[in-house]
């Protein structure tokens, strides 16, 4: 039944199926009104952060140490050290903060959140590879700002894809 005829016919004159399966598309403004209306939302984000700034830390250290202590090329670093958080991330997020979202089994959710954190590698590699090309702050410094600028790119993807309900 087209979505434009639903408004138009009373409930009653609805099919069992009809009612069940069918889909509300509202206007994106709404879906972020009733989102940010949501204290589950809040407090998901709030356990997001937490989450993140562990992995944060966790991959901060290991590029340091990947940088300072074995001397390698911070091109190298960034994959080893970013893998770190990412490993950390993913089992405090579906253990803690995506709790109540399985959509679907914890290896099929793992390849969802690689594939958000990859992309979003990605663009946190050539935002530190732009920085140390074009500035002359400490590498570590960068990662940490790319890694900032990345966040909400990664909470995002990691929400509605990851661990989508």
Not at 57 to 77: E, G, P, Q, R, S
Not at 122 to 143: M, R
Request: hydrophobic share 50%.
């Amino acid at each position: 039944m087209p979505a434009d005829t639903l408004t138009e016919m009373p409930a009653e004159e609805f099919t069992a199926d009809e009612l069940t399966t069918a889909v509300v598309d509202l206007p994106f403004h709404h879906r972020v009104r009733v989102g940010i209306s949501s204290g589950e939302n809040w407090l998901q984000l709030i356990r997001f952060g937490v989450v993140g700034a562990s992995g944060f830390a966790v991959n901060t250290v290991m590029f340091a140490l990947c940088l300072k202590v074995l001397h390698l090329d911070y091109k190298i670093a960034l994959p080893i050290a970013y893998l770190a958080g990412v490993v950390n991330n993913f089992t405090w997020n579906s253990r803690w903060t995506f709790t109540n979202d399985r959509e679907s089994h914890t290896a099929v959710q793992g390849v969802k959140f690689l594939v958000v954190s990859t992309v979003a590698f990605g663009v946190n590699y050539g935002l530190v590879v732009a920085f140390v090309h074009w500035t002359t702050l400490d590498k570590v410094l960068i990662d940490v700002i790319a890694n900032i600028l990345v966040t909400p790119v990664n909470f995002l993807g990691q929400k509605l894809w990851s661990f989508k309900k």
